[in-house]
């Protein structure tokens, strides 16, 4: 998969059995700049060229077969061995008012490059049933992390953020999720555009700025973030002309780079703490029973974001999910590998309850070698 970041495809050798899922095997390749500068421009207008959606399309499908080689090089597995392939594709528009979301990096490239049967276009199952069509980890989440008597939450932070509130397994209480608003993407941009670092290592750069409560306010005051779930988002939305039209061409021009990028993690902590306090109950004030969040994603490595995190959710334990033994970077990949394992067999996916959805559905496509 590579995600909202749009800055690498990763990997995953997945086993998987009724009974039990073991991560195999893990690579994240860089994505060739020329390639990456495109996807992030189809997120910056709602126009393409059909040439140029075309291009991508292949360009992009090559890319992905080209990551999955490179994983059975890495793991000395061959083709024969593995059962499918499922892939996510590349996110360029996601538009739940009209039930539609396009990802692309074609699985026909995939599958015949690859001669693995390949998996795809997830989404539009679950939107074909009046759902959101994201996000789609609190089902994985729940069977990563949820713990026998307590609730548990994971936040994944990429591009976009969002989180997954898991029912404790002595319950039937419906696994819930939804996407918060700006993870690293915004933060990442940032970087690019001013220092030329790819993202703020740490967050040493915020660390070192001061957060502007006035320029908060004013991206806080986005209607998407008032919203009742179920509602998604992504980086057509939460993009660098959303940053500009909130705060206004004078206040870049005035603002130091440590200090946007402290304002910009501000949001991206703010944000998913406020979501996950409106979760809280009186049993949530103790502060021996702290609620365990576990942290996904590219995020999970910003000491700082994660530090900012933790202030605001001073009853919840706020925690990389490589404490609980799973590489905060590969999660998303094995989630595609879950679903792809799901299609196979023909189980649907329980996330009506996430994504209001009509009810639950057996989601992708299949595309033979």
Not at 20 to 27: A, K, N, P, V
Request: hydrophobic content about 40%; some cysteine.
């Amino acid at each position: 998969m590579s995600g909202t970041s749009v800055d690498a495809i990763d990997a995953a050798l997945v086993a998987i059995n009724e009974n039990d899922l073991r991560l195999e095997h893990f690579i994240s390749t860089p994505l060739d700049d020329s390639l990456k500068q495109a996807l992030l421009a189809c997120n910056q207008q709602q126009q393409i060229r059909l040439h140029e959606l075309c291009r991508l399309q292949s360009e992009l499908g090559q890319a992905f077969a080209n990551s999955v080689q490179n994983l059975l090089s890495a793991s000395n597995a061959s083709a024969n061995q593995i059962r499918a392939i499922g892939s996510h594709g590349q996110t360029i528009f996601h538009a739940p008012d009209v039930q539609m979301s396009l990802q692309i990096g074609h699985p026909a490239m995939i599958a015949k490059q690859t001669g693995i049967t390949t998996i795809a276009d997830f989404r539009i199952d679950d939107m074909a049933l009046d759902g959101q069509g994201a996000p789609f980890a609190p089902v994985f989440h729940q069977a990563l992390f949820a713990e026998t008597d307590n609730t548990a939450i994971a936040v994944n932070i990429g591009g976009i953020a969002n989180i997954s509130v898991l029912s404790a397994l002595n319950t039937n209480t419906p696994i819930t999720g939804w996407d918060c608003g700006p993870g690293n993407g915004l933060i990442d941009e940032a970087c690019q555009k001013y220092l030329q670092y790819a993202y703020d290592k740490n967050g040493a750069t915020a660390r070192t700025g001061q957060i502007k409560e006035s320029l908060l306010e004013n991206l806080l005051a986005d209607d998407y973030f008032a919203k009742t779930p179920p509602k998604s988002s992504g980086r057509d939305y939460f993009n660098w002309q959303w940053l500009e039209s909130a705060l206004g061409k004078q206040t870049f021009d005035s603002i130091s780079i440590a200090d946007l990028l402290a304002t910009l993690t501000e949001l991206t902590a703010i944000t998913i703490a406020h979501e996950i306090n409106k979760l809280a109950t009186d049993t949530d004030t103790d502060t021996d029973n702290k609620v365990p969040v576990w942290i996904c994603g590219g995020g999970a490595f910003n000491e700082y974001l994660i530090e900012r995190l933790a202030t605001h959710l001073p009853n919840c334990s706020v925690q990389s999910s490589q404490v609980a033994g799973h590489n905060p970077d590969s999660i998303e990949a094995m989630l595609f590998a879950w679903l792809a394992y799901k299609r196979l067999h023909n189980q649907p996916v329980a996330l009506s309850a996430v994504t209001g959805a009509s009810r639950d559905a057996v989601m992708g496509g299949i595309w033979h070698p």
